[in-house]
Structures are given as C-alpha cells and as structure tokens.
C-alpha cells in the first residue's frame, strides 16, 4: 500500500504529517512523491487565512476530480473549522482532526476498504517521541504544545487547536537528543504560541531552551512563534536564554497592528508600547536580533489613522521579515460579525505596507553585503544551489555547499528576500 501526503501552512501542520507518515510507515505503508503512483491520498490543511482557504478548497476538488477513484482522507484544521464547507466539496472523503492523528493507520485501512470514516474532536495527545518520518533529514521538528491562551476576535484556528497542552520538558529535551544523535543539525520548535508553552504544567519556554541548549553537538534551535503578552512575563529570562550560541537569534514576534485601539478590538492583550519594550529590550542585549513581525491590513475597525500608526511602527522598529495578511472573516471568529471594509480600501493599504516591507529588508540586507559569515546548510534550492541560515536566521544562497553542514561563507549579494554568498 502507498500513500501520498499533502501538506498546506505552517510548521506544525508539516510536523502533523510527518507524523502520520511515521505512523503509516510503521504499519508497513510506504510514502510516495506523486499522487499518481499512491494508492492513497492525505490533504493536510491549514484554514488560518482566506486565500488558504481557497487554495486548500480548489486543491480537494482538483484531487477528486483527476483522480476519483483514489481513495481521500483530509486532515488538519479545516476538518474542525468548517465541516459544513468540507462534507459539501468532499462528500466521500474521510477525515480526520489534528488531535486524532495517531489514527491516522485505522483510518487510512479503512478508507482503502471503502468505509468513509470520521475522527475528530479534542484528545489529549502527545506529539512527543512519536514515530516521524522528516521530509528535511537535517531539520527536526519539535511540537512543545498544541492549543493557545488566546482569544483573539479574528482567529479561527483556535477552534481546530483548543487550550494549551504543553509536554514536559524532559520529554521534549529526550527528542531533541535522539534526533541529533539521528543527524539533525536544526531544531524547529513549534506550537501556535512558543512563549505559552509550560504554563499549563509550571515549566517555562526560558527553562526549556537552556536545557536544549545543554545538549552537546553543533547544531541549531530555532524558536518559533510568540505572542507578545506570553512574552512580556518571562522577557528577562528568555533573552537570556537567547544567548546560547545553539540559539538562532531569530524573534518572531507578531504586532499585527500599530494602534492600541485596534489591537484591543483583535482581543491581543498588549499595547504597541508592550511590542517596542520587547523588541528594544532584545536588541539592546543581542543586537544581530532580526525580528519578524505580522501584519493584518484592513481589520474592520481599522480606519486611515490606526493604518497609518502601522505604517509608523514598521518604520521605526524596521523588522527584518513581515508576513503580511488582508484581513477576510474566519469562520466562527467574533470579528466576523463586524463589516468588512471596502476591497480597494485593504489592497490599497497592502501595496503601502509591501513598499515599507521592501524598503527596510532590502535595506537591511545590503548592510550584510562584503561581512563574512557562519551558516547552516538545511537545504538543496529549488532552482539550484543550496540554502543555509546565518546566526539571525537570514537565509544565504550559495552554490557549492554539503547540506548538513556549517560553512564559512562571503556575502556578495542581497535582495530583499536573502542573500547570496561564496565560501571562503
């Protein structure tokens, strides 16, 4: 039997795949590249933003429509989100929820058998030690908790992921061990809120990284994701922790607005002083911090004057990456019930905050242009070559290199993207 799976958003959802390929592989079920050649195929979605959405939506039909007699089951948050939506573009298909996949085998022998089978709902599971199959030899996800303490008005994904279950730390640093002895030189730590995790079982995100970081080896930690109110209670300790050499100093650290006004209508518990203080406090002790930050264009209370607060903050705390998202009602979100402001209205704003984004990060990545420097390869490119990551996790293209490997390198180029590099 072979299966295909298709993965859709962020780093825990491929963390979620790689499960169910671990748990498939065990049962003696082997992965395949191409939907062609599987005798099963695995929609992993994600449904955190309208064009995702869409994008998921149009990818079920078009599997169900070249391929209708392969057998379907789709997993991930649009399961528990919108199964209105789901049973009506997918009537056949199996599903099944993000805390269900360590059933992901009876459901698939299932399916394969011609049953239409449906897990979902909340479950207490632990990512940790699971069997996984990694789709990067050298990078090891780690999934620290499932579920968030938020209640942001515009969030649907926490409807799929529920509360806070964080593993404890000793579970966590025993992965990270076996999966360096395995040959991972970078450590992703992922959760929809990396600055929550432990407060739920009096264990800390600070505490966790010293005791990852203790771990001998040459390698990485990736820090995922955190909100700004989780941080502000443990912001001492965390820089602290930040130091460790194993640590990319890498802060994602999403804003999504420069107005205080607005940021409360989104339910975000902090104020855009709160977001300075963080982000002045991390670059006072480790000035190569890059800091990547989120952006909602066009929240509906959002008039010219809070827009114009966001183009201001950009400019002044000049992120090093934006992720930047039009803002489109979830389903069940509380904002939904407010109305959308005019198309026009957002993408106009949208285009104003690209040109911002473009400004700082090309600007930023000019100044690394002749400075030599020390970067992880985790990957062959796409159109060729090979990427790595500096210290501030920018990502370096260059064109003779060993994935898996720490290389020396020159930069010699930049765009507003990454930058291009030779060994030395």
């Known amino acids: 039997m072979k299966a295909y799976i298709e993965t859709f958003g962020c780093t825990f959802n491929k963390g979620d ?4 390929a671990g748990i498939l592989s065990k049962k003696g079920i082997s992965l395949v590249n191409t939907i062609k050649d599987a005798d099963l195929v695995i929609i992993n979605t994600c449904y955190v933003k309208h064009p995702t959405e869409h994008k998921v939506i149009n990818r079920i039909k078009k599997v169900q429509e070249f ?5 379907l089951i789709v997993a991930g948050c649009m399961v528990e989100i919108d199964p209105e939506k789901l049973e009506k573009i997918a009537p056949r298909a199996s599903w099944i929820g993000p805390h269900k996949i360590h059933r992901i085998y009876e459901v698939a022998k299932g399916t394969i058998a011609g049953e239409r089978i ?20 050298y990078i090891h996800i780690i999934q620290l908790c499932e579920g968030c303490l938020g209640e942001c008005s515009y969030c649907c994904t926490r409807f799929a992921r529920g509360k806070l279950q964080s593993h404890p730390i000793k579970a966590v640093k025993l992965e990270a061990e076996q999966a360096i002895i395995e ?21 800390s995100l600070p505490e966790l ?16 994701m955190m909100h700004p109110m989780n941080v502000l209670d443990i912001l001492d300790d965390l820089i602290d922790a930040f130091k460790s050499e194993k ?9 999504q607005s420069g107005n205080n006004r607005v940021l409360e209508d989104m339910g975000r518990g902090y104020t855009v002083e709160d977001f300075k203080y963080i982000v002045e406090s991390f670059r006072e002790e480790l000035p190569e911090m890059s800091i990547a930050t989120d952006i909602i264009v066009g929240y509906p209370t959002e008039d010219e004057k809070a827009f114009q607060d966001t183009c201001k903050l950009l400019r002044e705390i000049k992120p090093n990456f934006i992720h ?9 979100a509380l904002s939904s019930s407010l109305e959308e402001l005019d198309f026009k209205v957002v993408k106009r704003r949208s285009k104003i905050i690209e040109k911002i984004k473009s400004e700082i990060t090309i600007r930023d990545n000019m100044k690394l242009v002749g400075t030599s420097q020390k970067i992880l390869i985790v990957e062959k490119g796409r159109k060729g070559g090979f990427i790595g990551r500096t210290n501030s996790y920018i990502p370096v293209i260059t064109e003779k290199a060993d994935p898996g490997s720490f290389l020396e390198v020159k930069i010699d180029g930049a765009t507003n993207t990454y930058l291009t590099a030779t060994p030395i």
Request: proline share 10%; with cysteine; charged share 25%.
């Open 17 to 20: 795949s790689e499960i169910m």
């Open 67 to 71: 391929y209708p007699s392969k057998p």
């Open 118 to 137: 449906k897990e979902t709902g909340p479950y207490p599971i632990r990512k940790i030690k699971m069997p996984r199959i990694r789709f990067n030899p």
């Open 183 to 203: 040959g991972c030189k970078e450590l992703q730590l992922t959760a929809q809120d990396t600055a929550a995790y432990g407060r739920d079982i009096g264990e």
């Open 209 to 224: 990284l010293n005791m990852i970081s203790s771990i001998e080896y040459d390698f990485r930690i990736r820090v995922g």
């Open 247 to 255: 640590v990319y100093k890498f802060l994602h650290l999403p804003v």
């Open 324 to 332: 930047l998202s039009k803002y489109k009602h979830r389903p069940g």
